[in-house]
């Protein structure tokens, strides 16, 4: 009879999940949106709430339906595209682009503080930092107990007094919202949850759930489909309460900053405006665990796909791509940010589109005529949007820069629901029914 796990060990494993997404970004992000969003700051953060935890709470449901795997997902693309999607999905969220921006920005924001700023310094850090996640991803069976138990509650409480103090204590009122903000808050909102990349995250992160939920013994399908779902239902409580509290420290603190300055400079200057330099340490320590726990969750991710696709072990693929981070790493945030955009702006949507067709057609008896026609035109505007981004070209062309929303880089969501609309018209007429 296969073991169940009890109520403690779910909730670690919520915690788990928890962690896995909370990277620095996610802690970045709402300040400056609140900032921005000022009175408008609820629409707005309902926006962000919907692309930062409904998507990849849902893309966990998604993978924890087919078992977990990012390939069980990409199954009816066939394989050439499947294997190909997810490669490049890996390698992005992986050792290309943000692991090495945990370790860069984990720097910038807790260490500089602290220390002279110089490649020697960069350097130094990122080979502590890198050890230590090498060292906690080459277990990954132990990832419930080393993060979940003991590295999320000390994440966690420095996020609570955070939390509470930017609510019973903020800075002053909320400031007047920005011109897009006042215009259309919870589209910006939406795309500013857009850009904390966790939907990609979610996709890799479904089979360090799910391996985790293996690895102390429970075999049922049923139950690993059961407690992944319920550890995302927390990780995804969790990051809500820690969006809506960093949103409003945003919106109350443009006293203390001038305009135009990013979440960290804004969640900097209030944690030295109200604690001070004790305040700037924990700071320090909350930015640096979650993006620890986060690059942690990337290498196991990418060490369970490779060794399963290369003939290599996971240890060595472990190894490898966190070496490889490291050097990335030491390349500067710059860098990483201007060349890592184009890439992301071309594969949200197919993640985004990958994740919702599959829940829709859960039933459906050929998935795959209804999934391949949608993620084609999908591709064809993610890789005009990356282009686009990557400033290669200035337009896509009269029509489809008039597309709702175009100018955001969401031009692609019209046309992608106009093919699914008619993918599923062509299939019901040539079958007559769209379910098994």
Known sequence: MTKQLRSIDILALGFMTFALFLGAGNVIFPPGAGLAAGGHIWPAAFGFLITAVGLPLLTLIALARVGGGLAQLTSPLGRAAGVTLSVLVY??????????????????IGVLAFANDGWQALLGYSLIYFAAVIFLALKPGQLVDRVGKYITPVLLSGLVLLGLAALFFPAGEMQVASEQYRDAPMIQGFLQGYLTMDTLGALVFGIVITTAIRDRQVASAPLITRYTILAAIIAAVGLSLVYLALFYLGATSGSLVESG??????????????????????????????????????????????????????????????????????????????????????????????VSVSLLGAAWARPQNMLRPVMLVTLIFGVIDGLKAAELISSAGAWLDTLPLADQSLGWLLPVVVTLLLAILVEYLRHGSLRR
Not at 91 to 108: D, H, K, M, N, W
Request: glycine share 8%.
């Open 91 to 108: 390698l992005a969220i992986g050792p290309l682009f943000a692991t090495p921006r945990t370790a860069v920005v984990s720097y910038e």
């Open 261 to 354: 300055v990013n979440g960290g400079q804004i969640l900097a200057a209030y944690v030295q405006h109200r604690f001070g330099t004790a305040g700037s340490a924990l700071l320090a320590l909350v930015i640096i665990l979650a993006c620890m726990t986060t690059a942690v969750g990337l290498l196991t991710a990418c060490g369970e796909y490779f060794s399963k696709l290369l003939p290599l072990s996971y240890s060595a693929v472990v190894w490898a791509f966190g070496l490889f981070s490291m050097l990335v790493a030491n390349q500067g945030l710059d860098s990483l940010i201007s060349v890592s955009i184009p890439v992301l702006v071309g594969l949200y949507p197919l993640a985004i589109v990958l």
